[in-house]
């Protein structure tokens, strides 16, 4: 069978409350979504109540996968970050709830360029892109930070801010196109 | 007035602001226009798609960390709650 028929099909006996659909996918993406909502959220806990939270809309049909949109996995992963995210800013206005999340969330605050090492994507691409730059993009994509909280974060002037950003989101597609069409 | 000409000025204008826009960092004002603006401008929309493939490869490209094995026997007993607390029908003696 198609790869994405198996995911078609998966996903209906979901729809149906079949719960070993359920743990398949998450055998499946599990993995996946866990690491995405930890590379957030650096911090383990936070990232299990994260990736439940993930499977959980998906079960109870909050949010429903449209096939002709793009591939599962996309898909999960977007809502993963999206709640992933969604978490971060909650920790962040509410950050005695998990005492020990607070040193890691706001460990992420700090400008960290190492961490795009662990990203294999990235690791290609950001070689070609000027560091201050790559840091923002970081910042805004998985601290899902706004151009003023990136500005107060980096005491930068906020136009200073959207033009790095935009410079190089820029930088970042021009590579992304040349490496796609090496392939 | 050459409307063609605004059309093109106008998707320049939108085209400018996909980088933004993809990243989730317009403003209400700004994400309105582009939406708005979007169907009527092919390069914006292509864009567009390119920054929504580099943001699923960021996903998926993380350092791919293993969840502890009590997520898994967690996430399978919350799917055995009820989303909404039953209701029993009160009864009159």
Known sequence: MHPESDDIYLMAQIARQDDHALHTLYQQYGTAVYSLAYRVLQNTTLAEEATQDTFLKIWQQKTTWDPAKGALKSWLLTIAHHTAIDRLRREARQPATHPEAIEDVEAFGTLRPETWQDDILLRSLIQHIPAEQATLIELAFFGGLSHSEIAERTALPLGTIKTRLRSGLRKLRELWLETSNHH | ?93
């Open chain 2, 1 to 93: 007035m050459n409307r063609n000409l605004d059309r093109t000025t106008d998707c320049d204008a939108i085209v400018e602001l996909i980088p933004d826009y993809a990243f989730g960092l317009t403003d209400p004002a700004e994400t309105a226009r582009v939406e708005a603006a979007l169907s009527a401008c092919p390069e914006a929309t292509a864009q567009l798609i390119d920054f929504q493939n580099i943001q699923n490869a960021m996903r998926a490209g993380v350092a791919q960390v293993e969840p502890p094995p009590r997520l898994e026997s967690r996430l399978m007993a919350a799917t055995q709650k009820p989303t909404e607390p039953r209701r029993l029908p009160v009864r009159w003696a």
